[in-house]
Every structure is written in structure tokens, then in C-alpha cells.
């Protein structure tokens, strides 16, 4: 049967209809998206007492993200990254200047993030290699302080359907540390967030590794809770959490917990930390965390005080200043297991920016630990975002 004209006519006009759309939404994917450049240039002191000669790195980390548009919920993120040693005046790891202590920031030039990402029905799915931050971090995030970010590749699905709730679900087959090494392992991560008010928020999460690094002696499966809020002027977080060890057959816990309040113009939190021990014979750990943020940031106790524990006893306070935030902190540490003295920590923080600039200075002393020798790290940072 031949067309008529009207049925021709409405043909014609449909398919123009859906060309513009595909064309317009195809405009939009490419011109919809950006280019961002970072930059970040420090200066890094590592000394050791008793150990090789002081360390004084300077690395210059450069960073361009370009971000697609949204074609039909589908977009899509290439970063790159590169690592350069201004001088060589430490051990990275990997430049063989064992004569000095370590700053572990490798030279390297890499893709940090590269995946394909879906947004749609309350729903955001990534897949690919990419950063993963969950809760404070401590169990699972990026390490973003140093040089070289550890990412994930895998698929991660974000969906907030249910009212006040996000549920957070990732199967990763490979993590990339700061030391750009790619480990192969089978993660699966759980986080599900409610959020009782707007004061009161509660996560029940579940980790699971396994093979990690190669090492199976190393495979766990974390489980816990965690709780934050507000009540009176007080700010609070309490966290508990365990971990099955499985080739060690240990099941050691994981206590968190801090209160803040503000006097005057400044937040002081008092807070209490604690890697629990399973008898002596193993301590809970957090791999994927970024610990840096933990136990001081003297990074003495970066992955924990081996299998007696590690309780960390803490005070902080931050203001600001003319613009300029102030950190300071004060931290005790204990052995769980045993009651060993395991030195006291300060650190002090002094951060500002300046429009699309930043500079900081960042300090921190690990001093009458009796299983570990003193030291004395600091930081100048400046950054850079175009």
C-alpha cells in the first residue's frame, strides 16, 4: 500500500524530529563536558632518629580531568596523572636512594580515573577504574594526601530509591596503591547509610578481601557500624567494627569513638581509637584506608603496631584565622595487648587558599615510644586548579 502524502509528511517530520534530538544530545555529551588541570608542588622533611640520613623530597604532581557530557544518563571520565621528583634527596620506594628515609611518592605517569559512569532512576553506576571514598574514610578511600591517589577498577552502584537511605554496593578485581602498584584481589564492599534526621545518621557496612596482594594470609571480611551526629551543640561519632582474619582464624574489633563541641571560635574534639588485638596474636587493619588521616600524621603507625593493637587516645582543635585554618592535635598511644607505651604525637596544621590557590604548612612529631624511634616530618604544599 503507498504512503499518502500526510503519512509521508508525519514520517518525515518524526525522523527530523529524532535526528535533531540524537544530534542535539549528541552535541551535548561532547560539549556538555570539561577540562580541569591541577597542580601540586610540595616540599616533604622525613627524619627518622637512628635511621638513614633525613629525607628532603620535592615532587610536583600535574593532573588534567576531562569529563564528557550526559548522553541519555551516559557519561564518561578520563584523569591522568604524573609524579615528578624535583629532587632525588630521599627514598621513594623506587629510586634506590636507600641512603635516605622514606617519602613515599614514586615518580609515575599514569591514568588515575578512566570509566564509564550511568545517572539515572536515583541510581549512579561507574565502571572502570576509579576513586572510593566511603563514610571517613578509614576503612575504604583514596589516600589523597600523597602524590599518587589509590584508585579501584571495577564496578561501584550508588542507589538513594529508598527514602533517606543510600545504598552503596562495588565489586573490584584490582586496586591501584600509591606506589602505582597494581594489586589483583576479589573485593566486595557494602556500605548502607540511613539518615535518621538531619542530626543523626547511621552505616552498616561489610568489606570483604580477598588474595590481597597475592598474599592470602591477608584476606578479610570486615563488618560494622557506625553512627554520626549532633545533639545540644555536640557533634559525635561512634564506630564499631570486626574482622575475621581467615588464615590466621582471628577475629579482632575496631573502636571508634569522639565528641566535639565548639568554645568560641574553636572546634576541639576529644576522641578515642583503637586497632583491638585478638590475644596477641593479630590486630585489626584497615588496608584500603587512608590512614594518613589517622593514629598521627607522623605516619609511624601508618598500618597499625603489629599484633598487640594500637589504642590512640586523642584531642584536636581548628579555627581559623584572617582566612587562614588552624589544626592542632594531640595524640597517646598505647599497645592494646601488653600496655606498651607507644609515645605521644603533635601536629599542627596552617592552611589557606587563595581563590583557584592553596598553600599549607603541616607538622608532626612522634616522640617516647618504646617500640618506635622519634620522628619528625613536615610539609610545604602549594596547589594550583585551572
Do not use: C
Not at 49 to 57: H, K, P, R
Not at 168 to 193: G, H, Q, S
Not at 230 to 236: C, N, P, Q
Amino acid at each position: 500500500m503507498k504512503k499518502t502524502l500526510l503519512a509521508s509528511s508525519i514520517s518525515a517530520i518524526a525522523l527530523s524530529s529524532t535526528l535533531s534530538v540524537q544530534a542535539e544530545s549528541l552535541d551535548e555529551f561532547v560539549k556538555g563536558g570539561s577540562v580541569e588541570l591541577n597542580f601540586r608542588y610540595r616540599v616533604e622533611s622525613a627524619d627518622v632518629e637512628g635511621g638513614a640520613d633525613a629525607a628532603l623530597a620535592n615532587t610536583l604532581k600535574s593532573r588534567i580531568t576531562v569529563k564528557t557530557g550526559s548522553y541519555y544518563g551516559v557519561s564518561a571520565v578520563v584523569e591522568g596523572d604524573n609524579v615528578f621528583h624535583v629532587t632525588d634527596e630521599f627514598n621513594s620506594t623506587e629510586n634506590n636512594e636507600t641512603s635516605y628515609d622514606v617519602v613515599k611518592d614514586p615518580e609515575t605517569t599514569q591514568l588515575n580515573q578512566s570509566y564509564l559512569q550511568y545517572a539515572g532512576f536515583d541510581t549512579v553506576a561507574r565502571f572502570g577504574n576509579q576513586r572510593i571514598l566511603l563514610d571517613n574514610q578509614r576503612h575504604v578511600g583514596g589516600v589523597g594526601f600523597r602524590q599518587d591517589e589509590q584508585t579501584y577498577e571495577g564496578l561501584t552502584i550508588e542507589n538513594k530509591s529508598i527514602d533517606s537511605t543510600t545504598v552503596f554496593l562495588a565489586v573490584i578485581n584490582e586496586r591501584n596503591d600509591i606506589t602505582n602498584t597494581n594489586r589483583e584481589e576479589d573485593v566486595i564492599l557494602a556500605n548502607v547509610k540511613y539518615a535518621v534526621s538531619k542530626d543523626l545518621a547511621a552505616t552498616a557496612f561489610y568489606y570483604g578481601i580477598e588474595s590481597l596482594g597475592g598474599n592470602e594470609g591477608a584476606d578479610l571480611d570486615t563488618y560494622g557500624l557506625r553512627a554520626t551526629g549532633s545533639l545540644s551543640g555536640f557533634s559525635f561519632e561512634a564506630e564499631i567494627a570486626t574482622q575475621d582474619q581467615k588464615a590466621l582464624d582471628t577475629t579482632p574489633m575496631y573502636y571508634h569513638l569522639n565528641a566535639g563541641t565548639k568554645l568560641g571560635s574553636v572546634k576541639t574534639t576529644l576522641g578515642y581509637e583503637a586497632f583491638g588485638s585478638d590475644d596477641g596474636d593479630s590486630a585489626f587493619a584497615t588496608p584500603f584506608g587512608t590512614n594518613h588521616k589517622f593514629f598521627g600524621w607522623s605516619d609511624a603507625y601508618l598500618g597499625g603496631a603489629g599484633a598487640n593493637g594500637i589504642q590512640d587516645l586523642y584531642v584536636s582543635a581548628v579555627t581559623n584565622v584572617s582566612g587562614v585554618k588552624l589544626v592542632g592535635q594531640l595524640h597517646k598511644f598505647d599497645a592494646v595487648k601488653g600496655g606498651a607505651d607507644l609515645g605521644t604525637e603533635f601536629g599542627f596544621l596552617a592552611a589557606k587558599k587563595f581563590g583557584s590557590y592553596g598553600a599549607s604548612l603541616k607538622f608532626a612529631q612522634l616522640v617516647d615510644s618504646d617500640t618506635k624511634p622519634d620522628t619528625t616530618k613536615l610539609w610545604l604544599t602549594g596547589t594550583a586548579k585551572f
